[in-house]
Nanobody
Framework: QVQLVESGGGLVQAGGSLRLSCAAS????????MGWYRQAPGEQRELVAR???????NYADSVKGRFTIYRNNAKNTLFLQMNSLKPEDTAVYYC???????????WGQGTQVTVSS
């Protein structure tokens, strides 16, 4: 089993920034991919950003140019730098990981991000 622990959420005014962290209990140097998803009340969970083992990234159109996903393999930690936050970014943000040679998919417990107008 792998544990993913998110941190860094909170309340911020529109236009502000937050950095989310996801600490993994297993080395992330052998991932297929890791990503950040979010779920707003009454909405389905959606992909925010994803990074592959080779470092390729992709983003939801709504966050392109504002959010950056990156990882620190030495610290087994995934990050999401969120700038120019908008009220519509308010959601619970979840970390997701897919490891090589492991059929399971792992999720963190989520961290709340609230952006006030």
């Amino acid at each position: 089993q792998v544990q993913l622990v998110e941190s860094g959420g909170g309340l911020v005014q529109a236009g502000g920034s937050l950095r989310l962290s996801c600490a993994a209990s297993r080395s992330i140097s052998r991932i297929n991919a890791m990503g950040w998803y979010r779920q707003a009340p009454g909405e389905q969970r959606e992909l925010v950003a994803r990074i592959t083992s080779g470092g390729r990234t992709n983003y939801a159109d709504s966050v392109k140019g504002r959010f950056t996903i990156y990882r620190n393999n030495a610290k087994n930690t995934l990050f999401l730098q969120m700038n120019s936050l908008k009220p519509e970014d308010t959601a619970v943000y979840y970390c997701n990981a897919d490891f090589q040679s492991d059929p399971n998919e792992y999720w963190g417990q989520g961290t709340q991000v609230t952006v006030s107008s």
